[in-house]
């Protein structure tokens, strides 16, 4: 079935994103016009695509680029997904035109850009909410690091434990060696309880290779996936980390590659808003 806004209402369509080869990247799935659809048949499509996130829109002003977009898992809603907001982006740009966007979501507006690099892939770029972080308290420290069997020397200690927001929460873990970040094997159902119990998405472990070179995992059990390919929310939540450190590279700009260990190669590409709180998180996206 069309509705008159000319996009299949039950269509799902599937995108990776932060990838220009659909062997890499983080799958989402999307429904461009989810007007019709309630919250549980939301949840059941999402459920039934199976990837971390699957977005709806579920208003949508084409002349006015404005939509609003809501996000699952496969067990609930969730308040931001980055990566479903760069595919969902891409899906329209293809449809309507390269050019500015706004997304309404329940973490607030978030405005994009589109266009095509170099290789004609479209790319979308993000502009996150205002950015914030805090010190991990111990007790939050201790029962993760015994969910992901990690010990306190394996962490980086020039990157200390916070909890950040890019729109929604995640623990900031960085680790001292890219061995330790590969060797992931953590207790599924005790760091979910950990996250529920805190409200963390996910969970942001993260290797520094280089000033402006991060290698990163994001274990995301309280949305029914053991690892997430590439997280465009947590991005922008370390981006802010970064900052309120005082730790950016001088140009304000790094890269996260993410999904390797997966066999889901991502590439991320964050930098700091200049003069705010807020952070731009940019990649391509693709049909699956």
């Not at 989810?34 to 059941?44: C, G, K, N, P, Q």
């Not at 199976?50 to 404005?66: K, L």
């Not at 979308?124 to 950015?131: E, F, H, I, R, Y």
């Not at 993410?258 to 990649?283: C, F, H, K, N, Y």
Request: negative net charge.
């Amino acid at each position: 079935m069309t509705t008159s806004s000319g996009f299949p209402t039950s269509e799902v369509l599937r995108y990776t994103a932060f990838s220009a080869d659909p062997a890499g990247g983080n799958p989402a799935g999307i429904v461009l016009d989810a007007r019709a659809m309630s919250d549980a048949e939301m949840l059941a499509v999402a459920a039934e695509v199976g990837y971390s996130e699957s977005a709806f829109v579920t208003e949508q002003d084409r002349e006015g680029r404005r939509f609003r977009l809501r996000y699952f898992s496969p067990l609930a809603e969730v308040d931001f997904c980055g990566h479903a907001t760069v595919a969902t982006a891409v899906a329209l740009a293809e449809r309507l035109g390269d050019g500015p966007l706004l997304f309404v979501t329940n973490a607030g507006e978030i405005t994009l850009d589109t266009g095509k690099d170099v290789s004609g892939t479209v790319r979308a770029t993000l502009t996150s909410v205002p950015t914030r972080t805090r010190p991990a308290t111990e007790a939050e420290l201790d029962a993760t690091l015994a969910a992901l069997r990690w010990s306190r020397e394996e962490l980086d200690p020039a990157f200390p434990p916070h909890v950040a927001f890019g729109g929604v929460e995640h623990l900031v873990l960085a680790v001292g060696t890219r061995a330790r970040l590969a060797a992931l094997d953590y207790d599924f159902d005790a760091l979910a309880a950990v996250m529920t119990r805190h409200a963390w998405t996910t969970v942001q472990l993260v290797w520094r290779e280089s000033e402006e070179l991060f290698h990163a995992r994001d274990p995301f059990p309280v949305g029914g996936v053991v690892e997430d390919a590439a997280t465009g929310a947590a991005a922008a939540a370390f981006g802010g980390y970064l900052r309120a450190l005082g730790k950016l590279p001088e140009s304000g700009a790094f890269t996260i590659l993410q999904g390797e260990d997966m066999g889901r190669p991502s590439v991320l590409t964050v930098s700091a808003v200049p003069g705010g709180e807020r952070i731009r998180v940019s990649g391509t996206a693709v049909v699956i």
